[in-house]
């Protein structure tokens, strides 16, 4: 079993920054796609950005490129999600995911792919 943590939402004002952390533990491999998602009071859940195995390849939703950043340190099987200049927009509860997948472009959006979840930190932006 694997189980993923989240840690490191709050609120903060726009133009703010906030680093999220999703700690795995458990039966995990290294070699797994992570990513982040994230879903607003009355929206669908939205992909954030994702990262392959060894944090070389990362992908981004269109809404965060150029100031969200994932990365990931599987010495510590932690993944995280810099986030600056943050929007009230970007209000939400940002959840991590795990998958036994290869990432490409075209295959990373989807919620389905990813095994694993996260339980969600809430991130309220405030303008």
């Known amino acids: 079993q694997v189980q993923l943590v989240e840690s490191g939402g709050g609120l903060v004002q726009a133009g703010g920054s906030l680093t999220l952390s999703c700690v795995v533990s458990?039966?995990?491999?290294?070699?797994?796609?992570m990513a982040w998602f994230r879903r607003a009071p009355g929206k669908e859940h939205e992909s954030v950005a994702a990262?392959?195995?060894?944090?070389?390849?990362?992908y981004y939703a269109d809404s965060v490129k150029g100031r969200f950043t994932i990365s990931r340190d599987n010495a510590k099987n932690t993944m995280y999600l810099r986030m600056n200049s943050l929007k009230p927009e970007d209000t939400a509860v940002y959840s991590c995911?795990?998958?036994?997948?290869?990432?490409?472009?075209?295959?990373?959006?989807?919620?389905?792919?990813?095994?694993?979840w996260g339980q969600g930190t809430q991130v309220t932006v405030s303008s």
């Open positions: 995911a795990a998958g036994p997948f290869q990432l490409f472009s075209y295959n990373w959006y989807g919620p389905g792919r990813y095994a694993y």
């Open positions: 458990g039966r995990t491999s290294s070699s797994y796609t």
């Open positions: 990262v392959n195995w060894n944090g070389e390849t990362t």
